[in-house]
């Protein structure tokens, strides 16, 4: 115990640590379509939904447009750690990804509609 060296101040290290940089997404063109398919399909549902109550539309379509978003990225996310080749089962992953939030946003937008209908039909 003759070492005058600090054990809470250790020298450098020889070799500085750099972490791999991460690949960023990988997309086809394919997927790019369906983006735009499915941003294409909010726009027609926000603007059915704007003949029914505009704020509804306006709703509809910045929550449409952050969904489609969110389970677009999750499933590329998805496909870049399981790769899959046949576009069949690319379009299935981005469905999938997009089917809990069509279900419950879908049920919300159902129910909002209903509202406006028997508060029309009785108000």
Known sequence: MSTTHDIYNPPPAAVPYNPPEAPGPAWHAGDLVCLALFCLLTGAIS??????????????????????????????????RSPVRSLRERWTIFVA???????????AAALMYGLF???????
């Open 117 to 123: 209908f028997v508060s029309d039909l009785f108000g």
């Open 97 to 107: 990804a997009l089917l809990p939030w069509v279900a419950g946003l879908g049920g």
């Open 47 to 80: 603007a059915w939904a704007w003949q029914v109550e505009p704020s509804m539309a306006v709703l509809t379509m910045l929550g449409g447009t952050l969904v489609v978003l969110e389970s677009w990225f999750t499933a590329l996310g998805f496909l870049q």
